[in-house]
């Protein structure tokens, strides 16, 4: 079994009043153990070296934390999950969160299910949903104190596919890259439409080298119920 190393970010996460106690590191580890597993199978990741597994996958996602923090039992859900980052680890690290995994790919899920049994976790579960079937479903719609994503998509784009899953008054959290403020310079439409205040965006460093931006959004009012829109219109005509 590969050790990752988890104690290496204990501190660091410490710093930012994530504690992450002996159950949840090993936890943490066989999640590893189970991607690099599966990986063989399927194609997850192609971070696959046990340092970078560490840092650009679950230190990356504990990081929110330091900039977003959930209430006791605050429903989050992780929209385009892939692996299962950041809303796998944040469920490891904040076991009293109410998790919803969203993936538009079922074999991902499959994954994602086994982890979740294997590590015997509870109040999460996965979704075989796109993101726009869900942002029009009365089950998941206005339903989330924090939608994350880690997505590749531009943010207008991604901002149509996961603001209606966020209440009035929750947070929807982009995780993209030093370009950022770039792409946030899009958005003044989608902000408007949608009912979100303007973001904070806070950067921080995974690696030497590697940097990662997170752009918070409050929601301040209800969305539009025709938005979002067909994936066709969205990526023809971004807000």
């Given amino acids: 079994m590969t050790d990752f190393n988890i104690g ?3 501190p660091l996460c410490a710093g930012f009043g994530v504690d992450i106690d002996s159950d949840m590191s090993e936890k943490l580890n066989l999640y590893g153990n189970l991607l690099l597993e599966w ?23 504990i990081l929110l934390l330091k900039h977003c923090r959930p209430e006791t039992g605050a429903k989050l859900i992780d ?18 969160l109410e998790v ?9 899920l499959v994954f994602l299910n086994e982890v979740i049994t294997r590590l015997d976790l509870k109040n999460i579960k996965t979704v075989h949903l796109r993101a726009e079937e869900a942002g029009k479903s009365q089950a998941y719609r206005e339903k989330y104190d924090i939608a994350a994503a880690r997505a590749v998509a531009s943010l207008p784009i991604l901002m149509e596919y996961c603001v209606p899953l966020v209440k009035k008054g929750g947070i929807f959290a982009a995780m993209k890259g030093p370009s950022a403020g770039q792409e946030v310079g899009l ?7 949608l009912g979100t205040g303007k973001p904070d ?6 690696t030497g080298y590697e940097q990662r931006a997170f752009v918070l959004y409050k929601k301040i009012s209800q969305t539009p119920s025709k938005f979002p829109r067909k994936p066709s219109d969205i990526s023809k005509q971004p807000l």
């Fill in 79 to 96: 929209v385009g999950t892939g692996a299962g980052f950041p809303g796998m680890v944040l469920k490891i690290v904040r076991p009293d």
């Fill in 100 to 108: 919803t995994l969203l993936d538009s790919l079922n074999k991902r």
């Fill in 8 to 10: 290496e970010i204990v």
């Fill in 187 to 193: 958005c003044e439409r989608a902000e408007k439409t």
């Fill in 39 to 61: 990986n063989g199978k399927m194609n997850l990741t192609a971070i696959t070296e046990p340092k970078d597994v560490l840092y650009k996958h679950f230190y990356d996602s």
């Fill in 201 to 206: 965006i806070i950067c921080e460093t995974l």
